[in-house]
């Protein structure tokens, strides 16, 4: 595995967790990588999911990329916020849709 492709599957797993820990149900996940980019798409249904944990969840993701980051983001960890904040420093794009019954979390990380 390449170091792209391991920065890539620990996006997706944070972004996993941070559903589980929301109680998310039915959670879908889609990983498309080309040589351009990758993008991480994750969608479940989160009917009983109070709005201000997803405010937190687009609020927390929607930073900037921060390369000074890539090298260090192995040791980075201990609570949601910052792991969520790490999250955001390691991608270009996010996207954050609720239609009130689904959630849909979308990031991309250009090569």
Partial sequence: M???QAK???IMSELVRVFFKM????IQVDIKNNVLESTVELTGDVKLIPISKIAHLRES???ARQLELEEYWKLAGGNLHSELDLVGALVDEAEV???GDTLRVRVIRKA
Avoid at 23 to 26: P, S, V
Wanted: glycine share 12%; proline share 0%.
């Fill in 23 to 26: 109680g998310i149900n039915n």
């Fill in 61 to 63: 993701i929607h930073g």
């Fill in 8 to 10: 890539v599957v620990y």
């Fill in 97 to 99: 849709e609720h239609d």
């Fill in 2 to 4: 390449s170091k792209e």
